[in-house]
């Protein structure tokens, strides 16, 4: 039964953003264009040129995992899950290696239960739905329309697409990629997935025995800090749950957020409860990640980590096998951003929203040949802490990465370690 509701959690789960910073940068260069070019035709040439583009995106709205219990019910009816006409594509679900989808516990673990209404918990919804077809309308503008650093075609030479083997995920990349190419496709869109146990989209408790160690027996923990535990006592008591339900913030933000987003009621006294319960349940997720301890987040993200900045050395070394690929696409979790974000520095205490997503953009210098990494949080662009600017020098970002990174064969390696583990 643990190993279930390990399962399910990490299936359900975005240092401050150093928006200063990107101000001084934004001003900076609003400052040059304006004293460097008396007029539009001396206006030297923007300095970088894309040459690689990596989402990691979080899917978009679904039904709760669980509803709140003794709380007035919402129904969630299966004509909240309607996909629209503009979101199809033709696309198949694979294996990393392009053979036959693996099986998906997660997913069995969902369809297990059935929520008031008639629909399966954690399935995007027609809402969710066309947040990701707009995410990659703005992924269109910016990469397609702006730039022409994209083609308007689909292809899969260019494009690498890759989620969580979870169905709301593979839903939602296929949403994105409708939304970037307006449907226009010159091959079948592969989306990869892998099995769970390998999985590197999200905090693998269930692939990784120490992680599970360091942090699973935080879950249960967290409700039981002080200050935690007795806003929990308090909001139990003003919905009326029993005492012996198993309630935690995490659980009343994932079901009020998913009801307030598709306009369903919530109990009305939850308005005054709002603030507490996104600080909670955020406060309950750094217990549970512990930025502090690096070797927990490194378990967290060290395989993805490692990933990404592969794609950027073989673009750079010429070593990829797909010489034309430009986009790499991660339809993942807040799960995944939240401990992506702790790990870069940037994580604003806020639980990343529906469709929230990381890019990392690599460019070139025109002129020194010198690399950059430029990453933005949902559109804005972040100064990452060891970086000397919003377009960090490639060896300072991996400087940075490399704090967190780790090799597949050291990952399995820790992993797996067990000298010195005591019972938490």
């Known amino acids: 039964m643990r190993m279930r509701n390990l399962w399910t959690k990490a299936g359900v789960l975005g240092s401050v953003s150093m928006a200063f910073g990107s101000m001084l940068w934004s001003q900076k260069k609003t400052e040059t264009t304006q ?27 679904r039904t ?82 702006d730039t ?34 307006q449907q226009s496709q010159s091959d079948m869109v592969s989306i990869l997935t892998t099995e769970a146990e390998s999985e590197i989209l999200y905090p693998n408790y269930h692939g990784c025995r120490l992680l599970k160690h360091l942090s699973g027996h935080r879950w249960a923990e967290s409700s039981t800090l002080p200050d935690i535990a007795a806003d929990l006592r308090s909001i139990q008591s003003a919905l009326g749950i029993a005492a012996h339900q198993r309630v935690d913030f995490i659980l009343i933000r994932d079901d009020m957020v998913a009801r307030e987003t598709h306009g369903l009621p919530c109990p009305p006294v939850l308005d ?10 955020v406060e309950m997720i750094c217990h549970i990640y512990e930025p502090s301890k690096r070797e927990n987040l490194q378990l967290c993200v060290g395989p993805l980590f490692h990933t990404l900045m592969g794609n950027i050395e073989d673009q ?17 979790h807040d799960t995944t951003l939240m401990p992506c974000l702790m790990a870069l520095g940037v994580f ?69 370690r067990t000298e010195g583990m005591a019972d938490p």
């Open 148 to 181: 022409a650093f994209l083609n308007p075609t689909f292809s899969p030479t260019e494009v690498y697409v890759r989620s969580t083997n979870i169905v709301r995920t593979i839903e939602s990349a296929k949403c994105l990629v409708a939304g970037l190419f």
């Open 64 to 145: 709760p995992l669980k509803s709140i219990p003794d709380v007035m019910e919402a129904q969630w009816v299966p004509n909240l899950l309607e996909p629209p006409a503009h979101t199809q594509i033709n696309y198949v679900v694979t294996d990393l290696e392009g053979g036959p989808r693996p099986s998906s516990p997660v997913e069995d673990s969902y369809r297990a239960n059935i929520l008031t209404g008639g629909t399966y918990p954690g399935q995007l919804t027609t809402v969710g739905m066309q947040q990701l077809y707009e995410l990659g309308e703005r992924l269109r503008k910016k990469y397609i329309q």
């Open 348 to 416: 604003d205490m806020r639980w990343p929203p529906y469709a929230a997503d990381i890019t990392l953009e690599l460019h070139q210098h025109r002129q020194t040949k010198e690399a950059f990494v430029k990453v933005s949080y949902i559109g804005k662009d972040q100064l990452i802490p060891g970086c000397s600017g919003v377009y960090c020098p490639l060896q300072e970002f991996k400087q940075a990465f490399s704090n967190y990174s780790l090799t597949s064969e050291l990952y399995e390696s820790l992993c797996n």
């Open 272 to 281: 005054s409860w709002r603030n507490t319960v996104e600080q909670r349940a």
């Open 316 to 332: 750079l070394q010429g070593t990829t096998s797909e010489p034309n690929r430009k986009l790499f696409l991660y339809s993942a």
């Open 35 to 61: 004293t460097g070019s008396t007029t539009a035709c001396t206006e030297p040439p923007f300095p970088y040129e894309l040459k690689l583009v990596q989402v990691l995106f979080r899917h978009g709205a």
